[in-house]
């Protein structure tokens, strides 16, 4: 059984910035979703036509773009 330093629960932006942290650190991280992919409320979707894609509450989150995390 392989084991890890640290176990992450969710994969929104934070849990990805604190891995990406953690593993620059030499931690061996985890990170488990219970989604069929990563991103939290962070997402792009086709809600209404094929190929168009919307901004699902992404918009919430405007600091992330301009934050020293967001460069790793």
Known sequence: MKTYDVIMIGSG?????????????????????????????????????PGYKHDVYAAAHPLLLTGPAYEI
């Open 13 to 49: 932006h934070n849990a990805l910035i604190a891995a990406a942290y953690l593993t620059r650190s030499g931690r061996s991280v985890l990170v488990l979703e219970k989604n069929d992919r990563p991103g939290g409320f962070l997402r792009t979707e086709e809600l209404t036509l």
